[in-house]
């Protein structure tokens, strides 16, 4: 036997053998937690999709119908201006053909109202387009995805957070999105992000992939070109079932209170995947839009803090009531002026 061939010879000799032939084929590269190519932490492959996005100078208008009061100029997409009583709203002509995809958002919302301000803004993906509504600009009973900007609280009892408040809904159609407790009955998750009047863009990015939507937070304009560590996780919500061919729109409203809602750009990226790998007895499944996990919803009951804010939030309302409480008081006046002087007249015919 040659010197540098396999020496068996000795005991110590054997063992080696062994375990370099054992360790290679124990080692196995992508598991534990904290290897980067783990499922968990896998980045997938993502393509610039230029018929659905938004970018400056806005010349991608053709792929868009515009309606209400969005209009587009050279540096923004203003959804509404801080007016009252404003409704616009921007929608894809094309569909997303891919399942998965990421969407990223720069926007500003801004405005003179100090104190009381809104309504706030939707990012959408649903079935129908250009459908004009109560939530935030477009219809209610939505079939697909609704992500909401609110500004303005409409919360009662123990559904008090933050605004304003980012959150997420998937309707197959028949879940209803209830303004009065700002959506928390149905939503899938949300979180508070402080973007109205900041000096400069506040950006969302939302994925959607492998069934899982993921939403991230940046309040740094600067920071959307840089990387993913400046992103501030908002949610994650698992078990979401969003079809293909679904457009994209945004749309805004104001009613007593205003805002100026402007789009500085809206980036979609398609991520393939191999449709193959999806189940052929859950292609029927996965036509429906729906989610695991949501709050259940429960019967809309108009409380005081609730009847007392939407007064105080209208100008006209607090206007008819402040009428309404001066007849009555003159009313009351004039039934007790007549009360006493007809008894002051039953007293002098006493006299007689």
């Known amino acids: 036997m040659m010197v540098n061939d396999w020496n068996l010879t000795t005991p110590a000799s054997m063992l080696t053998q062994l375990l370099i032939l054992i360790i290679p084929l124990c080692y196995n590269p992508t598991q534990g937690s904290t290897n980067p190519t783990s499922e968990e932490n896998e980045q997938p492959k993502k393509y610039y999709e230029d018929n659905l996005s938004l970018t400056k100078p806005f010349q991608q208008e053709y792929a868009w119908d515009i309606s209400g009061s969005a209009m587009i100029t050279d540096r923004y997409i203003r959804l509404t201006p801080d007016q009252k009583s404003q409704q616009g709203s921007i929608w894809s002509k094309s569909v997303m053909r891919q399942p998965y995809w990421e969407v990223v958002v720069a926007f500003r919302v801004h405005g003179k109202g100090k104190t009381l301000y809104g309504d706030g803004f939707a990012l959408w993906y649903t079935q129908e387009r250009l459908t004009y509504g109560p939530v935030f600009g477009s219809k209610n009973g939505f079939k697909g995805l609704g992500m909401f900007f609110d500004t303005y609280s409409n919360h009662q009892g123990d559904h008090n957070h933050a605004h304003p408040f980012v959150s997420a809904m998937v309707s197959n159609g028949s879940l209803l999105y209830d303004h009065d407790s700002d959506g928390t009955h149905t939503q899938l998750d949300g979180c508070h992000m402080s973007f109205r009047n900041t000096e400069g863009e506040a950006a969302v990015k939302v994925r959607y992939f492998k069934d899982k939507i993921t939403v991230h937070t940046l309040m740094e304009v600067g920071a959307v070109q840089t990387g993913d560590e400046d992103w501030k996780l908002c949610f994650e919500s698992d078990g979401v079932i969003l079809p293909l061919n679904y457009y994209f729109g945004l749309s805004a409203v104001t009613g007593d209170l205003s805002d100026n809602h402007d789009i500085h750009a809206f980036k979609v990226f ?83």
């Open 270 to 352: 398609s991520i393939p995947y191999e449709v193959g790998q999806f189940k052929p007895d859950m292609a029927m499944l996965r036509a429906i839009p729906r989610a695991q996990k949501f709050d259940a919803p429960r019967k809309h009951v108009d409380g005081k803090s609730s009847m007392l804010s939407n007064t105080f939030r209208s100008p006209l309302k607090t206007f008819l009531i402040s009428v309404v409480v001066i007849i009555g008081a003159v009313f009351l006046i004039a039934v007790a002026y007549l009360f006493y002087k007809d008894r002051e007249e039953k007293k002098m015919k006493r006299f007689y």
